[in-house]
């Protein structure tokens, strides 16, 4: 079964969504930066595990500390995460050249 509410604290890519959870119909997608001190800086992509290739909804986009990022359905956020589709997966550091962790939560809403 597919978790949808994730936090990630490390640098490392988490996978929020793996192929084949079948979780279709995403409403938004809710990025909260829940460090105390730093922006981050966050990937979020689809994986195509076939063809071995990332797709990305967001590249690089900095959250304030404290602040939120919504995507939505105009994003990207609807898509195939059946067996023969996409994993979504995420990534967020401090966005400097010697990446850091910096906390964030992660809420799917479908």
Do not use: C, W
Not at 21 to 44: C, P, R, Y
Not at 62 to 90: C, E
Not at 94 to 104: E, I, R
Request: proline share 1%; aromatic share 8%.
């Amino acid at each position: 079964m597919a978790t949808l509410l994730h936090n990630i604290t490390s640098t490392v890519t988490k996978e929020l969504l793996a192929l084949g959870d079948n979780v279709s119909a995403i409403k938004s997608i809710v990025i909260t930066n829940v460090d105390l001190n730093n922006a981050s800086f966050v990937d979020f992509y689809l994986f195509d595990k076939t063809n071995n290739a990332s797709y990305y909804l967001v590249k690089n986009k900095k959250i304030n500390k404290g602040s939120t990022l919504i995507l939505n359905p105009t994003d990207g956020v609807t898509f195939d995460n059946s067996i023969n589709g996409y994993s979504l997966r995420a990534q967020a550091s401090d966005g400097q050249s010697v990446k850091s962790a910096v906390s964030v939560d992660v809420v799917i809403n479908r």
